[in-house]
């Protein structure tokens, strides 16, 4: 999905961006087994209407068709849009050929958002297969459409009880397309080249619950810029992915897996839904222990996760854990985690920023931190060895 207003043709990022696709889309994930990927791909334009492309393998020229009713959006073809790669590339190198020149006299820069994102869930709901979309977007949705967003940059809020609404989505309509998403394992990947304010807490909700990325390049200039836009892009369609998963966490007695953190929807307390998970994004599950332990037995973990892999098999991975429980507090300091800690208070305090002050979240962060710290000194450090570290609250 390619945002072709104005500003986007005249600084000659679309041009940019058609020109890496012809190389990277000869790059897309196959399996091991495979010579081909067995991936589809689709091409949509859009500033404040919708450009869907045939690009099917028999045609001399790529075909468009506009849809202007963005309040409802269809998908106004099925065969040819969602192509394979190999067959129909002379359509599609001339389509992104074409691309910058169909554009370059438009001068419409007011841009629509989340009827590009229904209009890709659309059609991956007509074609009976989860997927991915890949969004390259600019500017504040600002044209009247199911999204259209308004510039709330307010910075009398920072630093107030407030500002939490800075951080919140403005509309309820990206949390209830993103639910959409991933009812239907579409995945959303955004990038984003904003030269001013653009909402990344609304925009950046549906990439963030589908198992997606947001990458974003304030103040996009070519010469500066294009190198690590292009090697993110690269990176992020060759990876490994797989589609429309559900995870369960189980346990043995004695601990359950009560909170989760991470590119996730969860519509009942078991069930992770992801969109998409691939090498990049990490899961992260708090356990509470409720009740006696063994040393003998030790604590039992089952992970098990149910998903699409790119060439259309469901398969299931399921991964067991064995860990030793101990009595000894000098023996779990000694095997702590940090990275894992790190990780957990990270997105605690992501997650809390909806909700609370940001003054709150770090009191919260240093008073746990120096709890660990006071428990381990009063536990187990030796009275000789106090100088190991000094706790001040």
Same mark, same amino acid.
């Given at each position: 999905m390619i945002d072709v207003s104005y500003s986007n043709i005249k600084n000659g990022l679309v041009k940019l961006i058609c020109e890496e696709l012809k190389t990277v889309l000869e790059k897309l994930p196959k399996e091991e087994q495979e010579e081909t990927s067995a991936i589809r791909v689709g091409f949509i334009t859009y500033n404040k209407v919708l450009h869907f492309f045939n690009v099917k393998s028999n045609l001399a020229q790529p075909q468009m068709m506009v849809v202007t009713d963005v309040g409802e959006v269809f998908v106004p073809l099925l065969d040819g849009?969602?192509?394979?790669?190999?067959?129909?590339?002379?359509?599609?190198?001339?389509?992104? #050929?074409?691309?910058? #020149?169909?554009?370059?006299?438009?001068?419409?820069?007011?841009?629509?958002?989340?009827?590009?994102?229904?209009a890709g869930m659309e059609a991956l709901k007509a074609a009976d297969c989860p997927g991915k979309l890949f969004i390259f977007h600019s500017s504040l949705p600002t044209a009247e459409a199911p999204g259209k967003l308004k510039n709330r940059d307010d910075k009398k809020l920072v630093n107030t009880d407030k500002e939490k609404i800075l951080f919140q989505p403005q509309t309820n309509v990206y949390d209830s397309l993103a639910k959409d998403c991933v009812a239907h394992g579409c995945s959303v990947t955004l990038f984003l080249f904003p030269s001013q304010y653009v909402d990344v807490a609304s925009l950046g909700l549906v990439p963030q619950l589908t198992?997606?990325?947001?990458?974003?390049?304030?103040?996009?200039?070519?010469?500066?810029?294009?190198?690590?836009?292009?090697?993110?892009l690269r990176n992020d369609i060759e990876k490994k992915i797989g589609f429309d998963a559900i995870m369960r966490v189980r346990t043995s007695t004695g601990f359950r897996a009560t909170d989760f953190f991470g590119g996730i929807l969860m519509n009942n307390t078991t069930d992770v839904e992801m969109a998409a998970i691939d090498c990049d994004k990490a899961v992260t599950v708090e356990f509470k222990h409720d009740d006696k332990l063994s040393e003998d037995s030790g604590a039992l973990i089952q992970c098990a996760v149910l998903y699409t892999t790119i060439s259309g098999q469901r398969r299931l991975r399921i991964h067991n854990l064995g860990l030793n429980c101990s009595s000894q507090l000098g023996d779990l300091y000694k095997s702590c985690e940090t990275d894992a800690l790190i990780n957990f208070f990270a997105k605690s305090a992501f997650k809390a920023v909806l909700h609370q002050p940001l003054k709150v979240i770090r009191e919260i962060l240093v008073n746990q931190t120096a709890h660990m710290l006071a428990c381990y000194r009063k536990n187990c450090a030796s009275p000789s060895a106090a100088s190991q570290f000094t706790c001040e609250n």
């Open positions: 849009f969602l192509v394979n790669y190999q067959e129909s590339q002379s359509v599609i190198h001339n389509l992104l #050929d074409q691309i910058p #020149d169909m554009f370059a006299d438009s001068n419409e820069n007011e841009t629509v958002f989340a009827p590009v994102i229904q198992g997606g990325t947001l990458y974003k390049y304030s103040n996009f200039q070519m010469h500066l810029d294009s190198q690590q836009f292009l090697n993110d």
